[in-house]
């Protein structure tokens, strides 16, 4: 099996199906059909079960699947050593982060980018996917968590408190909630991964039982709209309530946990001088926010 075989199996095999594989691979579907038949020709083997609910490895299959993310891993890292030898300023440098943060701070910070190195071109990707840097999915993250791989450099760039924030129409609308009070009367704008533990939900160390959940929203910027919209109290960065104008309520309180930004790249990329552009410019816009 040699590596573009490799390529088109790994696809299937984590797609279950060859739609889904011609999406990643950036082929039509009949392509990865005839390429993976053929594979199974050449190591005269089946490799997938057809069922009707996509493609199934066999256990023939599962073999050749941890050889194929062997060989994958191996292909990934070459790529990265060559590119951390690279001192040219031109090229593509993919950036993840969350919508929030590509609107506050990469943004602006690719604006000068452009200014200053106008051949490096930032592919950006606002999701709250967590991409794979080892996988090669992205080149940059930047995010509110500390990965706990190895291979990656992590450096913490804003660490800002939580607060709870209304509008000024809401307020006008339905007053202050009373500490206490557990949020009595008062509708509430929540972010739904936290809908999903199973602790019990607070804001600001405040029980929510007594509220109304009215929106639960999948990112911070359509929270942080659903705020500033009068839907609810809501908790957020408190840079973020400031930024958007929303009053602060409780001012003296703040989630226990602070909301951190770390910026994350592959330790074989740090040298690549289009990598370190961008992550200067990266971290130049955070700097300007916490000073």
Not at 84 to 92: I, P, V
Not at 216 to 232: E, F, K, N, W
Not at 251 to 271: F, Q
Request: glycine letters at 6%; proline letters at 4%; charged letters at 25%.
């Amino acid at each position: 099996m040699n590596w573009d075989d490799a390529r088109v199996f790994l696809a299937v095999c984590r797609e279950s199906t060859l739609r889904g594989a011609a999406r990643v691979l950036g082929v039509d579907q009949a392509t990865v059909g005839r390429r993976i038949n053929a594979l199974e020709r050449s190591l005269s083997a089946t490799l997938f079960l057809r069922t009707s609910e996509g493609y199934a490895l066999t256990a023939v299959g599962e073999a050749a699947f941890k050889s194929a993310e062997k060989m994958e891993h191996s292909a990934l890292e070459l790529e990265r050593q060559i590119q951390g030898l690279d001192d040219r300023l031109t090229g593509t440098v993919r950036v993840s982060t969350t919508d929030s943060l590509a609107i506050d701070f990469l943004i602006p910070a690719m604006a000068r980018l452009h200014e200053r190195h106008p051949d490096v071109r930032v592919q950006l990707d606002a999701t709250t996917q967590m991409l794979s840097l080892a996988k090669r999915e992205a080149d940059i993250a930047v995010r509110n968590a500390r990965p706990d791989n190895p291979d990656l450099i992590a450096r913490r760039i804003a660490r800002w408190p939580v607060g709870l924030f209304a509008s000024q129409a809401y307020i006008d609308a339905h007053g202050v909630p009373t500490p206490g009070t557990a949020f009595e009367g008062h509708d509430l704008v929540v972010y739904q991964p936290y809908l999903e533990r199973n602790k019990e939900m607070t804001l600001v160390s405040e029980p929510v039982s007594r509220g109304r959940i009215v929106a639960s929203l999948g990112s911070s910027l359509l929270g942080r709209r659903s705020i500033a919209a009068g839907l609810g109290v809501g908790e957020i960065p408190v840079y973020m309530g400031n930024r958007d104008g929303l009053v602060r309520l409780w001012p003296e309180r703040t989630r226990p946990l602070p909301y951190e930004v770390w910026l994350v790249t592959h330790a074989d990329l740090r040298h690549t001088a289009r990598v370190k552009a961008v992550i200067t410019q990266i971290v130049e816009a955070f700097a300007a926010e916490n000073e």
